[in-house]
């Protein structure tokens, strides 16, 4: 491992890398040099980090004062940051650290918890901190049915077009649907992969992925050149959970990674949320349990999810409403004389009185308030239905 590789090199960051004053250069290269060393979430190297700061905790691994700190030397070989930074810098990526501005502020609860990532990987063209501040994660299935990836996509239409930010984790299925339903609008969206941010995974989504990068921001953990592991997305799903105000899985199985990233936003006090499906559908059975444990709460659309993840009052759904009938406001009484007037030929008031049940006098008064309301009209010597309810047919009188 080099000198620059530990943090102790020049002072200028070289390529990959965003100097804003406030992150001292050798603790920015020292934490991409974690990044490479410890897996995500791995509680030994956050404990290091954080009690020592990230340079002196990689001095550690190097001279072996610290047994935690011995099993991270196994990659030391293997560790060069400058390389790392440069191969970012190809592909327009940076380094992103606690402490800068563009750091998604919703990180922060994984620190407090000893799981926060040492450093992002970030390629896009959005400020992470700015757009995290107003965010809303759509997840779900993989082997997504028609009916989920639509679904999803009209969920992150609509979120983008009320100012969300989409987070997901551009996998197939409803990962895919989100993306591209809030790139559709344009929106802004964020994919947080579990390999290296050069790496399209899955490869079928390398032209999605650059799309995300040139309109929102391509997030990982793990450094450039990095596979992605089924552990690394496991861990991959605490940023997307903790990233957004809440989480929406839009369709899972009762196994689906995407129940992972549900538990994880619930776990740090975020707001969960499911769509449902067809009772018949494995694939809606997690989203289904979720609702039925009291851990998620339903949605069936982007008003909703805007309500429970936006501004306390400024976000509020409309209530769905059936459509109005001319008929809704109609009391008991006008109800009966509705109900005996014929839609074609006239009725007389007294056989009006007989079908209702009710007096001619009362028959009279009610005939006169459904006619200024549209549902009941005079034809030749008798009363029959309006044009409210009779559409505009046109009959003879």
């Not at 890398?17 to 040099?33: L, W």
């Not at 990674?257 to 538990?263: Q, Y």
């Not at 009391?331 to 007037?341: C, G, H, K, M, P």
């Amino acid at each position: 491992m080099t000198s620059q590789a530990r943090g102790s090199g020049p002072a200028s960051l070289g390529p990959g890398t965003v100097p804003d004053g406030r992150v001292p250069d050798a603790e920015r290269r020292a934490r991409a040099a974690w990044s490479r060393l410890a897996e995500p979430g791995d509680k030994d190297a956050t404990r290091l980090i954080s009690t020592l700061g990230a340079v002196q905790a990689l001095a550690c691994i190097a001279a072996a004062d610290d047994p935690a700190a011995a099993r991270f030397a196994a990659r030391l070989s293997e560790l060069d940051v400058d390389r790392d930074l440069a191969m970012a810098a190809r592909f327009g990526a940076h380094v992103l650290c606690p402490g800068d501005p563009a750091w998604p502020a919703g990180l922060d609860v994984l620190q407090r918890s000893g799981w926060a990532p040492y450093c992002l990987w970030v390629r896009g063209v959005v400020d992470l901190g700015s757009a995290t501040r107003r965010a809303a994660a759509v997840v779900g299935a993989r082997s997504a049915t028609a009916y989920g990836e639509m679904t999803a996509a009209e969920i992150a239409t609509g979120l983008a077009q009320r100012r969300f930010t989409v987070v997901s984790g551009a996998a197939f299925g409803i990962d895919a649907a989100a993306h591209r339903g809030t790139l559709a609008v344009p929106g802004v969206t964020i994919a947080v992969l579990a390999g290296g941010v050069e790496r399209p995974y899955p490869a079928a989504h390398a032209r999605l992925i650059e799309h995300i990068a040139a309109e929102g921001a391509v997030v990982s953990e793990v450094p450039p050149g990095s596979a992605p592991t089924r552990r690394r997305f496991l861990q991959r799903n605490r940023l997307i959970a903790t990233m957004a105000q809440g989480t929406v899985v839009v369709e899972a199985g009762l196994r689906s990674g995407s129940l992972n990233t549900a538990r994880t936003a619930s776990d740090f006090g975020r707001v969960v949320l499911a769509v449902p499906g067809p009772v018949t559908s494995m694939m809606s059975a997690g989203c289904h349990e979720l609702i039925r444990s009291g851990r998620a709460e339903l949605v069936t659309d982007a008003a909703e999810v805007a309500e429970a993840v936006g501004d306390y009052g400024c976000d509020l759904a409309a209530p769905k409403r059936a459509p109005a009938r001319p008929t809704d406001d109609v009391d008991d009484d006008e109800l009966r004389v509705l109900s005996a007037l014929p839609m074609g030929r006239g009725a007389t008031v007294g056989r009006l009185a007989v079908a209702a049940g009710d007096s001619v006098a009362g028959v009279t008064a009610v005939l006169g308030r459904l006619e200024l309301a549209g549902l009941a009209e005079r034809h030749g010597e008798g009363w029959r239905k309006g044009s409210a309810l009779r559409g505009t047919r046109n009959e003879g009188r």
